[in-house]
């Protein structure tokens, strides 16, 4: 019966046979990469030595056009250990990054200039304007709203043509969900989602990572209040960008500025199992799991990582992960409802019993359907049917409605851009009054 349901679309899924990887990068990245190897030739290049220690210099291309001088640090690449470091290797004290950090991240402020900061020492100001950059390329060009009140933010990345979505999600009691991107695009090619149908473009860098929070705290901060909690769901695999997404989520957390709680900052992976354990072991935040099937062969065909990290690997590892390096957490565990594909009774079953010793959450995330694809949603008489077989084995399990999906805003929905009248794009890009 899965299979029957599975043959509209099985021409699709078997030629999709292998998961294209890191190494069939686009130009572009591979331009970044090479660069990286450049970066052992610093004299050569002229620039100078301690520059090349930040990665706000890596992360930009690091070059001017000559490709002799350095061109700016991009400040929301570094951590704030790192900003310490740079300050101070221009002979500057400290305690002056600790006043940057508050300026860029803390208490509402979010300056894009040091001629706005008050009191700044001048020597400060002139290395900030001449070496420093505030903000990534990254530019907000449009806000749509959809009548739950979900907004989704689209920023346009000039080098790559393209465009990256964030999702900002009122909920009860205060909390303000922002859903952030990852990459420009995503190279996994799961069969239901849309984002894989533009297939990886680019990564995006830490800065532009934390920009998309930065702006989306400062234009939902007048009705909505604080961000209180940000989700790595948004366009790509967070853990194909790891050392970015690592680093931003850091940027995230500190307590000095953004202050967001680890607890509410949750990456999300399709199941790239090394780099899961980096991520256990590097990063406090808390970590989700897409699982969406309860055997490898319907995961290989709608998740084809699973071709590589079949569902035992990549459960071992998660509990050995959790068990060792997370007592006391939970991980969650997202299980898309797809129509006769993974939503028999016998799933339920099986789901019970792969997960039973690992200590997790279970998101029970309905379908959102997108132009071109053949699956369907689970009616929601048998999604309660299935939470409620799992919730009764004693599994906490939760159902995920779709949210700000009227205009595309939802789980596996982003990766298009809708017009709208020129009014109301300027009246939503407006901070409210
Ligand atoms: C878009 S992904 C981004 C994070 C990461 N790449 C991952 O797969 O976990 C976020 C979540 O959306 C789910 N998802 C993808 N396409 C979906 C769709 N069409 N409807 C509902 N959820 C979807 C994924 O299974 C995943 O749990
Ligand atoms: S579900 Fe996640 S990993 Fe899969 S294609 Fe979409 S964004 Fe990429």
């Not at 009122?170 to 995503?186: A, F, N």
């Not at 789901?351 to 309905?366: F, G, H, S, T, Y």
Request: net charge positive.
């Amino acid at each position: 019966m899965v299979m029957a349901a599975l043959v509209g679309n099985a021409g699709r899924l078997i030629a999709s046979s292998a998961v294209r990887c890191t190494c069939s990068a686009p130009v572009r990245t591979r331009r970044l990469i090479c660069f990286s190897a450049s970066l052992q030739k610093p004299q050569a290049a002229g620039i100078s030595a301690p520059e090349l220690d930040f990665p706000g210099i890596v992360g930009d291309g690091g070059f001017n056009a000559a490709g002799r001088a350095p061109r700016k640090v991009s400040l929301k690449d570094m951590t704030f250990p790192e900003l310490e470091r740079w300050v101070e290797s221009h002979g500057h004290k400290a305690s002056r990054a600790a006043m940057l950090w508050r300026h860029l991240y803390g208490n509402g402020k979010w300056v894009e200039s040091p001629a706005v900061i008050p009191r700044l020492n001048k020597e400060f100001v002139s290395l900030l304007e001449e070496r420093a950059e505030f903000a990534p390329n990254l530019q907000l060009r449009d806000v749509h709203t959809a009548r739950d009140g979900t907004r989704k933010l689209v920023f346009f990345l000039e080098e790559y043509g393209a465009s990256v979505e964030t999702v900002v999600i009122p909920g009860p009691r205060g909390r303000v969900t922002v859903c952030v991107s990852s990459q420009i695009g995503c190279a996994m090619n799961c069969q239901f989602c849309f984002t894989a149908k533009m297939g990886l473009r680019g990564n995006l860098s830490t800065a532009q990572i934390v920009e998309q929070l930065v702006v989306a705290s400062r234009i939902v901060s007048k009705d909505l209040g604080h961000v209180t909690n940000v989700v790595f769901m948004g366009m790509g695999e967070p853990l194909h960008n790891i050392d970015s997404v690592i680093r931003a989520a850091e940027i995230m957390v500190n307590d000095k500025g953004l202050h967001l709680s680890p607890r509410k900052v949750t990456i999300s992976t399709s199941g790239l199992v090394p780099q899961i354990r980096k991520f256990c072991r590097s990063s406090e935040c808390a970590l989700a799991v897409s699982l969406n099937a309860t055997t490898d062969d319907i995961r290989d065909q709608i998740m084809p990582i699973n071709r590589k990290y079949n569902i035992r690997t990549l459960l071992d590892c998660v509990k050995e992960e959790m068990i060792t390096h997370r007592p006391g957490e939970s991980v969650f565990l997202e299980y898309v409802m797809l129509k006769n594909v993974n939503d028999s009774e016998e799933d339920a079953t099986r789901l019970i019993e792969l997960v039973k010793d690992i200590p997790c959450k279970i998101n029970l995330i309905m379908f959102n359907s997108h132009p071109g694809s053949a699956f369907e949603p689970t009616p929601l008489v048998e999604v309660l049917r299935f939470r409620d077989r799992v919730a009764d084995a004693g599994l906490v399990v939760h159902i995920r409605n779709s949210r700000g999906d009227d205009e595309k805003m939802a789980c596996g929905q982003l990766g298009t851009v809708l017009p709208r009248s020129p009014r109301r794009r300027k009246q939503e890009m407006q901070e409210p009054a």
